[in-house]
């Protein structure tokens, strides 16, 4: 027996409902082809080699090794070299004076996070545009290799200055390539086969919303968590290759340049193969009146402008600016304290660093599956492991009041490097998926921007305080109570004040209004706009247009009418579309 014939009022409510499950996505039609397995693991092998171990770590060890025995102890006058290797009493010549070899290192790294801000708000923005992205990390990837190829020439005291001009464009160009690099990562996560087999089951009405964006969430999660997994692969990796160098040549002089070599060749090996299998993924070109400098300053100013339309994106990036100042600058003063204990030993900072390689693995697998099992959001998961961003200047802050704890023992650096790894690994992790789910879609490289910018602005301040603290008092113990009173708020302006799920809402609306002003805006600069028969002719009524949030996004004919003046919109000119990151995401608090 032949079912009855479906009639009118039950076809319109099955394709209202669709239509509605759909309204509450972001169309794919601008995201490009699904990752490749290859892709994905080419993408997580440029992470497990840009570790920052030679441009940040090994590079900062011979700079202050080598202005260290270019200096004196002031304490004792000129003729006394730094034999005890206490960089707050070890100066250097400065500007016509002297200058404390510890106030040297956190002025040129201020100095680094001042050049990435111009980079970021500049660039950050027109990597969204083109093809600009992908030349620019492939670019910052080959200076920073060059610099670090170029540092095994360091070996005199006098060629200190060389080792601080080496060591400030290795940490840039690296600062450079994280962010460029990690603005991938959403739109990555949301193309992977199993994203896109979630959203069909979606669109089928197979699964709720809610389900569709908790594990929607997870699998960015996971992708992000894996980011930070094989960096710290790489890092322990990288250590464990450099003991083959560092035991049979420690008495060779330049054995610290030989093994900063050998690290940075591990990152070529590695990374290379991500520039061989990125798929493209060219955005609209920039528009007319702008270039590739100047779209940067105005995507961000008028992103500033309109902070009120997306109050918790911006909050967040004001707390993580805080954040983001205490912790690397309290990285920056427990690695000058460390090298001041072991004497700049390149083979005690290694095996240190193994440590904390091995506990940030075991820590990242360990909150991956912690967070997957008991359905945890990135928000919580965040303020767990700033924790320990308040509890390391804590301990460091006692030690300017006792040497039996605060960072004055051998122990307390093994220690201080496991909790570094168990906390702070998963903290890049998490901040860098809470700042994809605050992200508008489309707009990934600008936001990202701000992100980064938010990051070494941040930084540029931190460093600068702490110097004038160090040259005031004489200690570098007394730099931690800032860093501590840093961490502390900021860690609570994010618990108290961040709004996720209402944060997503707002991203989204805010893409959709910059869209829709695009399309206005070249309706009314299009040729015959002033024309009726000429406007009927060349573009379909405004009601046929499918919502930027539809599924089945816009056809061909439409697209054309769209403006290339923003993000995640297509030219009139052929391009393979640009991939948006997911602002669907978990609805758990």
Known sequence: MEPPPANASTVDTVDSAAEERGKQLISLDDDGPVVTKKELISYWLYINGDSGNGPVYYSSTIFQSLASAAGYDSTYGPDTPCDSYNSDTCVVPWGGGTKVVSSVVLLSNGLTFMFLTIIFTTLGSAADYGNVGRWLLLGLTIICWAAQYASVALVAPDSWKWAMALYMISCISYGATLIFYIANFPRLARNTPQTRELREKYEKGEIKFEEYEVEESLERNRISNWVTINNNIGIFACYVLNLAVLLPLADNERVDNYVLVLCNSYWVLTGIWWFVFQQPRPGPPVPKGSNGFTIGLKQVWQAIRQ????????????????????????????????????????????????????????????????????????????????????????????????????????????????????????????????????????????????????????????????????????????????????????????WVFVDVKKGKRDAVKWAEARRAEGRQSDDATSPGAGDDSATVSTEAPEKERPSVLDTKGSSAANTSSTSPSTPNEKSTAPTIPIPTPATTTTTIS
């Not at 904390?356 to 959001?377: D, M, N, T």
């Not at 931190?462 to 007394?478: C, D, H, K, L, R």
Request: charge should be neutral; glycine fraction near 8%; hydrophobic fraction near 50%.
């Open 307 to 494: 902070f009120r339309q997306l109050p918790n994106t911006f909050i967040y990036l004001v707390a993580f600016f805080l954040l983001a100042d205490g912790i690397n600058t309290t990285i920056s003063l427990v690695l000058i304290v460390q090298n001041d204990k072991y004497q700049f030993s390149f083979l005690q900072n290694t095996y240190l660093g193994m440590v904390q390689g091995a506990s940030s693995v075991v820590a990242c697998v360990a909150c991956l599956y912690i967070q997957r099992y008991f359905k945890i959001s990135a928000k919580r998961m965040l303020g767990f492991t700033n924790v320990a961003s308040v509890l390391i200047p804590l301990w460091g802050m006692i030690g300017i009041w006792t040497t039996k704890f605060g960072l004055h023992n051998s122990w307390e650096f093994w220690a201080v490097n496991v909790a570094f790894g168990l906390f702070q690994a998963p903290y890049y992790a998490f901040s860098q998926t809470v700042m994809a789910e605050l992200c508008p879609p489309g707009y990934d490289n600008m936001f990202f921007g701000l992100f980064g910018f938010s990051n070494v602005a941040s930084s540029a301040i931190g460093p600068t305080v702490i110097q004038e603290i160090i040259e005031a008092t004489g200690s570098n113990w007394y730099g931690f109570p800032f860093l501590f009173g840093l961490c502390l708020v900021s860690t609570l302006v994010i």
